[in-house]
């Protein structure tokens, strides 16, 4: 099988990889260069399954791979979601005094971790985005004043020099990874089900639409509200459930739901990440 991920080798995005196949034989995983190559990878069979960065505990949502997901994902299905602990790194090839340091890269994410580290430390440098943390730490070689914010395990991988460490915002630092396939997960008892909807621009709507969940007592585990793209101020709204949508109790709830909303897509059921 086949697991495409973020990469080069050492992302973030590889050690979930690594976490998710704990324990299971016969997978390849396949790099690709961006968090949009990566979910294409399954609607054009590149892959059977595939790990994506979804949300940050300090930064909050991926919102390229929210709104692939809600908007372009056809047949693609959440299966799975990994929960791996973020710890950022200062990275150079050769030794480099703080003062030193005219320009920092890294993925957009994990700029915004390590944004009160960055203003404090280095106020004046210049920020440039990269495709992931591991591409920024391949950037800096050879490269005298440029660093890099990433995973230990990159500089580990690439040979270079750790100049700081634990330096994004908040120390305790976690990110969501979901598990994507043409398929989602099969019944295990401790499911959850991502589902996305649109209400009428109504007084009401939502509260009518959540209260399909409050009635039933299923459990919302997650709430965001994303931008429609067809009107400003229009929004969709992605809701995470516990349950199965194969459980009698959601089945209902997703019933109900299609009379309530003006657009209904169910993501996917998965396994809870323990
Ligand atoms: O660039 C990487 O290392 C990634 O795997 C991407 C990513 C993300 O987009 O959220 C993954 C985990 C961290 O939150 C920072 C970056």
Redesign the pocket.
Known sequence: MKIGY?GPKG???EEAVIKYTQGVENCEVVEFNT?PEVINCISNSLCEEAVI?IE?SIEGS?NIAVDMLINDANGIMIKGEVIIP?SHCLISDAPVEFKDVHCILS?Q??IA?CREYISKKFPNAEIKATD???QAVLGVKSKPGVVAI??ERAAVIYGMRIIDRDIQDVKENY?RFLVLSQKDGVVTGKDKTSIVFSVPNVPGSLYNALGVLANKKINMTKIESRPSRKKLGEYVFWVDIEGHREDEIVKSVLEELKGRTDFLKVLGSYPKFK
Do not use: D
Request: aromatic share 6%; net charge neutral; proline share 11%.
């Open positions: 973020l992302t973030f995005s968090i960065p940050n991926v973020i993925h994410q994990a971790q992931s943390t591991a990433g995973p990110t």
